[in-house]
């Protein structure tokens, strides 16, 4: 190493601008440690964060999903005021529906919906006649049922990246953007120093927020883990008036579509061959096919012209639920990465267990079913309800 | 100019962006056409910033004194020009989501 290079000493580095990193780092700011540094190597909400669908949903099939969601939608609730954000983050409770249209799909989502019920999501199981008083135009030719959460919704993703980093910087969390972490030296298995762009950083504890890039970070501390990263497209229209409340979701199609508080409809489509990496270039045959799947089931939005189409990346693990916490191969080294493609929405109350995690403070909720070391055990948590 | 001069001039016709919010942004450390982008959504309409992004720049370059050409040309998103999703549809013949 050059001498001239900057040595600074932090309580933790965290590698990642997106809502993860900035959420993670306002909490642990909020609980005392502010002595902190954000690393991001493009600028805030760059990556997955400012390219994702925006929602916020608590209608899923396994509890510890359930809860994380639900806490995190909670704060979103009231995130404009707890954070004294100048700005809005434009949280819109329109509720999910989630459509069915096989037998096996619907039992699924029965069940879901008795393990909601338990964890206070009080979803409704709704049939086709009573979707379409919800969404007066869905076509509901073929369909079972639906599911609908009146308190899903959605929420400005670069907003909210950016409620938290300013909250996190008024209470004195550094954030080097445009800046890359090049390596991260370990010394007897504990974290010493973050190699970056500008500069060296003396720490003993490192956040991987890295989304799409955390296997990368991972390795750089000799740590292996299971996730890839996979494109998933999404497009948006002009906008107009609003005809549509809810997001509409179907995990068969593989399709979420929702009207945003400024008028534009979003939409996505997961692709099951999509070859995995780092592309994320969009493409024509996306544009197809969602216009075909949209149509079909939302037919008066034909009339809709596509404005925009971008992608970004899951960063997916085998069992499509995140890797949260510490790990026992590296002392100080902490994960919240492979969120499957659902980050954005348990990002506030994740970043508030991880805090916890990290001050050896009482965890509000049990995450050690999210550990890394749950792949090694071969207890995988297997989340049924996912795009 | 004045602060109310700067509040009645738009930058971007389709957001409704005005050349005082711009100034604010770059002045509140928000130095890239991405960043004003992602908090305003100036460029995010159906003329995709060809109107905006130029200015924005311009008002980043005068503001920061970072010349333009050191700035990273910004994603140029397709489709070119508004395209309904019912063209689309048609387009796409062969498309068989539901028999799946």
């Known amino acids: 190493m050059k001498e001239e290079n900057i040595v600074k000493n932090k309580d933790a580095v965290i590698i990642g601008g997106g809502v993860v990193g900035c959420a993670i780092a306002y909490e642990l700011a909020k609980r005392g440690m502010t002595n902190v540094t954000v690393v991001e190597k493009n600028f805030l909400a760059s990556g997955a964060t400012g390219r994702c669908g925006a929602g916020v949903r608590q209608q899923w099939g396994l509890e510890?999903?359930?809860?994380?969601a639900r806490n995190s939608c909670e704060i979103l609730e009231n995130m404009n005021e707890s954070l004294d954000y100048d700005r809005d983050i434009?949280?819109?409770q329109g509720g999910?529906?989630?459509?069915?249209y096989s037998d096996d799909q619907w039992q699924q989502f029965l069940k879901n919906v008795e393990l909601q019920h338990?964890?206070?999501?009080?979803?409704?199981?709704?049939?086709?006649?009573e979707a379409k008083e919800i969404v007066p135009f869905l076509n509901t030719e073929g369909l079972k049922g639906a599911t609908f959460y009146e308190k899903d919704g959605h929420a400005d993703p670069f907003k909210v990246t950016d409620a938290y980093y300013k909250a996190a910087k008024r209470l004195g969390v550094e954030f080097l953007l445009h800046t890359e972490v090049l390596d991260i030296v370990t010394k007897n298995g504990k974290i010493e120093k973050v190699i970056t762009t500008g500069g060296d950083i003396l720490t003993e504890r490192v956040v991987n927020a890295a989304g799409g890039w955390s296997k990368e970070v991972a390795k750089m501390v000799g740590v292996d883990i299971p996730v890839v990263s996979e494109r998933h497209?999404?497009?948006?229209t002009e906008p107009v008036a609003k005809m549509m409340d809810p997001m509409v979701m179907s995990f068969e199609l593989g399709i979420y579509c929702q009207q945003t508080p400024h008028g534009s409809f979003i939409m996505g489509l997961g692709d099951p061959n999509e070859p995995k990496g780092h592309n994320i270039d969009s493409t024509w045959q996306f544009m197809h096919e969602m216009s075909s799947i949209i149509t079909d089931v939302l037919p008066p939005l034909k009339e809709l012209r596509i404005v925009r189409q971008w992608a970004g990346l899951y960063n997916v693990t085998p069992d499509a639920a995140p890797i949260l916490g510490k790990t026992d191969k590296v002392e100080g080294f902490y994960q919240a990465v492979g969120f499957s493609g659902h980050g954005f929405m348990i990002a506030p109350m994740t970043a508030i267990l991880i805090a916890q995690q990290m001050l050896g403070l009482e965890l509000s909720l049990d995450i050690t079913t999210y550990d890394l070391g749950r792949y090694d055990r071969g207890e995988l948590v297997v989340e049924p309800s996912v795009v | 100019m004045s602060k109310s001069k700067e509040k009645d001039i738009i930058v971007c016709r389709c957001s409704d962006v005005t050349l005082s919010e711009i100034r604010d942004l770059i002045k509140e450390g928000y130095t890239s056409v991405e960043e004003i982008k992602r908090i305003t959504r100036a460029g995010m309409g159906p003329c995709q910033s060809k109107t905006c992004g130029p200015i924005i720049e311009r008002e980043i370059a005068i503001m920061t004194g970072k010349p333009i050409e050191q700035f990273s040309p910004g994603k140029q998103r397709g489709p070119i020009k508004g395209v309904k999703l019912g063209t689309m549809a048609a387009a796409n013949e062969g498309g068989k989501h539901r028999e799946e």
């Open chain 1, 118 to 129: 338990k964890n206070g999501v009080m979803t409704k199981v709704k049939t086709p006649e």
């Open chain 1, 90 to 92: 434009e949280f819109h």
């Open chain 1, 233 to 236: 497209q999404i497009l948006v």
């Open chain 1, 96 to 100: 999910y529906l989630l459509l069915a």
């Open chain 1, 64 to 68: 510890s999903n359930i809860l994380l």
